[in-house]
């Protein structure tokens, strides 16, 4: 089963607008949820992480908003710029185990168009 | 791409044949991990690695198995390779720390089993 879920699959935005990205989990032991940003034939970098005891976290035009009652985060990406065209992933990782694996979702397509 | 090297970068291969894929990491990190990645999956963990020599199984490891005999250096074989298998495969370090938190990947491994 998907542990994690996420929508749109592809997003179309224009440049100047908000690009929002959602996840959904069920999982209640998952304690750590990054943001993947992946361009064509490269592998995915860490963009930015949120912890279960904040709401929010900003980094420049990428804000994490997490709603743990809801079992819900999300990304939001201010500004959109044609540079920001590029796969993105949320993930999990269940704290309880010490491996530091990650559950993935199926990832977001996202073009900015000038 | 965090010190991680893999090699080959493309492989064509026939079914039935055994293949070797190779991570090389200069950061000395204790964990390691392989994924694939495929369209409308994300990224899904195969088998990872918490040490020399130890290694657990991942959510999709049937057909594969991995070894790692020194820190740097971590291998995923495939014994007999099937046309699923064709794929994106990415290996990732974690951050040390008492519970592996960031992730960094490598550029990847695109397998073609013909």
């Known amino acids: 089963q998907q542990q994690v879920k996420q929508s749109p699959q592809s997003l179309i935005v224009q440049k100047g607008g908000i690009s929002i990205i959602n996840c959904a989990y069920e999982?209640?032991?998952?304690?750590?949820f990054p943001w993947y940003q992946q361009f064509p034939g490269k592998g995915p970098a860490l963009l930015i992480a949120?912890?279960?005891?904040?709401s929010e976290k900003k980094e420049g035009r990428f804000t994490i908003s997490f709603n743990k009652s809801a079992k819900q985060f999300s990304l939001h990406i201010m500004d959109s710029q044609p540079g920001d065209s590029a796969t993105y992933f949320c993930?999990?990782?269940?704290?309880?185990?010490?491996?530091?694996?990650?559950?993935f979702g199926q990832g977001t397509t996202l073009q900015v168009k000038p | 791409d965090a010190g991680i090297t893999q090699s080959p970068r493309h492989k064509v291969t026939e079914t039935g044949t055994p293949v070797t894929l190779r991570c090389h990491q200069t950061?000395?990190?204790?964990?390691m991990y392989w994924y694939r990645q495929d369209p409308g999956h994300g990224l899904r963990l195969i088998h990872y690695?918490?040490?020399?020599?130890?290694?657990d199984k991942g959510e999709v490891s049937d057909g594969y198995s991995v070894s790692r005999s020194k820190t740097e250096d971590f291998l995923l074989t495939l014994e007999s390779a099937t046309s699923s298998q064709t794929s994106v495969y990415f290996c990732?370090?974690?951050?040390?720390?008492?519970?592996?938190?960031?992730?960094?990947f490598g550029p990847g491994t695109r397998l073609t089993v013909t």
């Open positions: 990732a370090i974690s951050a040390p720390g008492r519970i592996p938190d960031e992730q960094y």
């Open positions: 999982n209640t032991a998952f304690d750590y």
């Open positions: 949120i912890r279960p005891d904040v």
């Open positions: 993930a999990a990782r269940e704290g309880s185990s010490n491996t530091g694996k990650l559950i």
């Open positions: 950061e000395n990190h204790r964990y």
């Open positions: 690695s918490y040490g020399v020599k130890d290694t």
